[in-house]
């Protein structure tokens, strides 16, 4: 497959791919050979917004729910979705399809700085340039149960290189009782460690996440002995895939895979 290259809204496509106007997508087969559409820039669901600020999602302040990339699976009633934007700033396009038929998204090398074309007001040295934002939502299906009677993955490429070292987290139902706008739901590694502060409601938890908060797990030389800091190379070039996987009692497993290529600005 050749490398596709993506204009503002419009796929740039040979073999696989249809041009399309207005939000491009692209087909992919899921496990139940059925067409399922991959959006590269679509808003999330209704269901999936912040009900007390519509147009934005739950994770977050104020973070916009436009511009992701997003597969819908009507069957299950399940979205999943994921965007890359400047941290406390601007959403980041995908770029292109690559030679591996995934979607792929450019984003900066650096810290964050300020960066007033991009709406970003201050500098941290402490955090990457870009985040990434999640959404696994299951309310877009009326009878669906809560995400709990669900089995959740969320899969984080902790390898710069080419290559992927994932690390695998499970989504649970937290103990404690959400407050504010939290979700319920937590997303734990088998060391017990996670993500524990996704926001949403039973049906939908979302969060934002920055490299710079696995510091301690990402080597950015993998082929030197030892862990090398990625912080020390002030969030350097690399690639990192991220992965959303959802599976109902019944059905195909629901998935997403996004590969973000951290490129010199």
Request: charged letters at 25%; hydrophobic letters at 35%.
């Given at each position: 497959?050749?490398?596709?290259i ?9 073999v696989a ?6 939000p ?17 820039r ?5 269901t ?7 147009g934005t ?16 699976f ?29 979607v ?11 960066d007033?074309?991009n ?12 985040n ?10 009326p ?24 690390l ?54 993998p ?9 020390a190379?002030?969030?350097g ?24 290529d951290?490129?010199?600005?």
């Amino acid at each position: 497959m050749k490398r596709q290259i993506l204009y503002g809204l419009c796929l740039i496509t040979s073999v696989a791919y249809a041009v399309q106007q207005g939000p491009a997508l692209a087909d992919d087969d899921d496990d139940d050979r059925k067409r399922v559409k991959t959006y590269l820039r679509a808003d999330l669901d209704p269901t999936a917004q912040d009900s007390g600020a519509p147009g934005t999602m739950w994770a977050g302040t104020g973070i916009p729910s436009t511009n992701f990339v997003l597969r819908r699976f009507e069957k299950s009633g399940i979205e999943l979705a994921i965007k890359a934007h400047y941290r406390q700033g601007f959403d980041i396009l995908p770029s292109h399809i690559g030679t591996d038929g995934l979607v792929h998204i450019e984003v900066p090398a650096g810290h964050q700085v300020v960066d007033p074309a991009n709406g970003v007001p201050v500098e941290r040295f402490d955090r990457a340039r870009w985040n990434f934002s999640y959404s696994y939502n299951v309310a877009i299906e009326p009878g669906n149960p809560d995400l709990d009677a669900f089995r959740g993955l969320l899969l984080l490429d902790v390898d710069p290189s080419k290559k992927t070292d994932y690390l695998k987290f499970r989504l649970k139902k937290l103990t404690d009782t959400p407050a504010g706008q939290k979700s319920g739901y937590g997303w734990i590694l088998r060391s017990g460690a996670g993500i524990m502060d996704d926001e949403g409601t039973p049906q939908v938890t979302q969060n934002s996440q920055n490299l710079a908060f696995y510091e301690a797990v990402i080597d950015a030389d993998p082929s030197t002995p030892g862990q090398q800091s990625y912080a020390a190379t002030d969030y350097g070039p690399g690639e990192f895939d991220v992965q959303l996987l959802l599976k109902g009692k019944k059905g195909p497993v629901a998935r997403l895979h996004v590969v973000f290529d951290v490129v010199d600005p």
